[in-house]
T-cell receptor, first 114, second 112 residues
Framework: EAGVAQSPRYKIIEKRQSVAFWCNPI?????LYWYQQILGQGPKLLIQ????????DSQLPKDRFSAERLKGVDSTLKIQPAKLEDSAVYLC????????????FGPGTRLLVL | ELKVEQNPLFLSMQEGKNYTIYCNYS?????LYWYRQDPGKSLESLFV?????AVKQEGRLMASLDTKARLSTLHITAAVHDLSATYFC????????????FGKGITLSVRP
């Protein structure tokens, strides 16, 4: 079974630029999550989708971050404009059905904002 | 707000010895996860603990959950170099829109 795919794996941008990340979850997984992991810390949930609907985006900085999940499958996370403090690894995870089941993480996208 | 604390944050282990690391959380939960992360890699699921008194074992690692004390332990038996990594616990909030809150992680380093 293929795992969670993410691209790009690395991205370097200057502050105030825009960037987008893509995630393809495990086939059939209804739930999809985007996490931000700052160096030396645990992942922090940004947004959670159930199929193509948003379940929780309470920790998403909506003035600059946006996310969508097209047709309940792939998802994109966008930052516009980026700030220095957005430098982090952005992890996508998916789960089979309900939040009670294990989440499977992708390899992440490492973002460096200069 | 659910808070998750892990301690210690860094542990240097000697090969062959036993160690225990801890995960405390602040509010009621019925699910706790342990993940492993190697440097530059993503998170790998180790254990899911779903009830008070749950114990899971895989190789040299054994995880347990005490929901009354809001505490999970990860016990390492006869540490080996391959166990060097960062270990995160994550606790699920209760309710319909449950979400995970991660601790800061514990970095384990096994020395000969």
């Amino acid at each position: 079974e293929a795992g969670v795919a993410q691209s790009p794996r690395y991205k370097i941008i200057e502050k105030r630029q825009s960037v987008a990340f893509w995630c393809n979850p495990i086939s059939g997984h209804a739930t999809l999550y985007w996490y931000q992991q700052i160096l030396g810390q645990g992942p922090k949930l940004l947004i959670q989708f159930q199929n193509n609907g948003v379940v929780d985006d309470s920790q998403l900085p909506k003035d600059r971050f946006s996310a969508e999940r097209l047709k309940g499958v792939d998802s994109t996370l966008k930052i516009q404009p980026a700030k220095l403090e957005d430098s982090a690894v952005y992890l996508c995870a998916s789960g089979p059905k309900t939040p009670s089941e294990t989440q499977y993480f992708g390899p992440g996208t490492r973002l460096l904002v200069l | 707000e659910l808070k998750v604390e892990q301690n210690p944050l860094f542990l240097s282990m000697q090969e062959g010895k036993n160690y225990t690391i801890y995960c405390n959380y602040s509010t009621t939960s019925d699910r706790l996860y342990w993940y492993r992360q190697d440097p530059g890699k993503s998170l790998e699921s180790l254990f899911v603990l779903l009830s008070n008194g749950a114990v899971k074992q895989e190789g040299r690692l054994m995880a347990s959950l005490d929901t009354k004390a809001r505490l999970s332990t990860l016990h390492i038996t006869a540490a080996v170099h391959d166990l060097s990594a960062t270990y995160f616990c994550a606790v699920a909030s209760t309710g319909a829109n449950s979400k995970l809150t991660f601790g800061k992680g514990i970095t384990l380093s096994v020395r000969p």
